[in-house]
């Protein structure tokens, strides 16, 4: 068994949580294997230190963690209100950003520079920005593919 493979099992083979199986695989590799002894004598004595503790439980608490822990109830116009605007902007963000740089494929078409002129167009938006990827689209589509 791999070493990472038992330090993740080592406390479940301490509360007796492992297959008959795998703790015959954990014993087998503690006794070749200092380190993961080490870890397990670690494990023994935090065990020891949190089993001493004589700190009172309040009462409730149990019931005001399991209270926590219950997913609060989302309302349907809440999440209808986060697709929404998550739409909107997606529409709204597409919108602004081709009519900020229009490009014209009729006139480049008809000029016979259409690759030149795309080309030019690159050089107003930043690398890897939606402006050059939406151009890049653009081009493509004009050029029949």
């Not at 795998?22 to 002894?37: D, F, K, Q, S, T």
């Not at 109830?73 to 902007?89: E, P």
């Not at 597409?94 to 002129?117: C, W």
Request: hydrophobic share 40%; proline share 6%.
């Amino acid at each position: 068994m791999a070493e990472d493979r038992v330090r993740e099992r080592l406390s479940a083979w301490l509360d007796g949580e492992l297959t008959p199986e795998e703790r015959r695989e954990v014993a087998g590799h503690l006794e070749v294997c200092p380190e993961c002894r080490r870890e397990l004598d670690l494990l023994k004595g935090l065990d020891a230190a949190l089993g001493s503790l004589e700190a009172p439980v309040p009462a409730g608490l149990p019931a005001r963690v399991l209270e926590r822990l219950q997913p609060r109830r989302r309302y349907g116009w809440q999440s209808l209100a986060m697709v929404a605007s998550l739409v909107l902007g997606i529409v709204l963000g597409g919108a602004l950003a081709r009519d900020f740089y229009p490009y014209s494929t009729a006139a480049a078409i008809s000029n016979g520079n259409g690759e030149v002129l795309a080309l030019e167009e690159f050089h107003d938006f930043p690398q890897g920005s939606l402006g050059a990827v939406m151009v890049s689209y653009q081009a493509e589509e004009s050029n029949g593919v």
